[in-house]
């Protein structure tokens, strides 16, 4: 099992660009979750999924969207890249049985760093 | 709505010492409360967790214990390594349906030779 896989590792755009963020999971998690980590900061929510075709908005959605075509795969895309948005980047994925009941543990990658200039 | 409050870092130490790392939290009903840790370079990586009052987390010689009474998750560990050397977080997540993980802001810890 590979977990979580995150690509690109580092990157650095103009304002302006957009870029698409790549998450993949191979555990067969229904939840997948972007997060931002902001220096000295906890992790803010951008977006979730709860399985394929289906995504909410989290804390800080603003500048951001989603997609979940598949239960692998979670892009996150920027269409129009602010200096705000200079972060790290990550994605998690957990598991969710029947009934309603809340996602088990959250199971993260490896974080994506995000330049904007 | 949830939140956790984590003491500020960095926390310094030599190798071998006691380490207390306190997180208090605010929430309604019985939240699950965890510690992440964030190494060098890497993502979070979760280290232990508590589902219910009383319960005790333990891993890699950590534990916190869940403590309604004072609504803490306090982490310890008994002898400190410098491979302990990373960035722990605290976090809950309410009871009810979908809830999102709330994080506490981490906390540094800078173990020494």
């Known amino acids: 099992n590979a977990g979580v896989t995150q690509t690109p590792k580092f990157r650095i755009l103009k304002i302006g660009q957009s870029m698409t963020l790549q998450c993949a999971q191979d555990?067969?998690?229904?939840?997948m979750y972007w997060y931002r980590q902001d220096p000295g900061m906890g992790l803010k929510l951008i977006y979730y999924?709860?399985?394929?075709?289906?995504?909410d908005k989290g804390e800080v959605p603003n500048g951001y969207n989603v997609s979940r075509s598949t239960t692998e795969d979670f892009p996150l895309r920027l269409e129009l890249a602010a200096p705000s948005q200079t972060s790290v980047y990550f994605c998690?994925?957990?598991?969710?049985?029947?009934?309603?009941?809340?996602?088990?543990?959250?199971?993260f990658g490896p974080g994506t760093r995000l330049t904007v200039l | 709505g949830n939140s956790v409050t984590q003491m500020e870092g960095p926390v310094t130490l030599s190798e071998e010492a006691f380490l207390t790392i306190n997180c208090t939290y605010t929430?309604?009903?019985?939240?699950?409360l965890f510690w992440y840790v964030q190494y060098p370079g890497e993502g979070l990586q979760l280290l232990l967790k508590?589902?219910?009052?009383?319960d005790k987390g333990s891993n890699k010689g950590f534990e916190a214990t869940y403590r309604k009474e004072t609504t803490s998750f306090h982490l310890e560990k008994g002898s400190v390594q410098v491979s302990d050397s990373a960035v722990y977080f605290c976090?809950?997540?309410?009871?009810?349906?979908?809830?999102?993980?709330?994080f506490g802001t981490g906390t540094r810890l800078l173990v020494s030779p």
């Open positions: 999924s709860v399985g394929a075709g289906i995504t």
């Open positions: 998690a994925s957990s598991y969710s049985g029947r009934g309603g009941r809340s996602p088990d543990t959250q199971y």
């Open positions: 555990m067969n998690h229904n939840y």
């Open positions: 929430a309604t009903g019985y939240p699950s």
């Open positions: 508590a589902t219910k009052a009383d």
């Open positions: 976090a809950l997540r309410g009871d009810t349906g979908f809830q999102k993980l709330v």
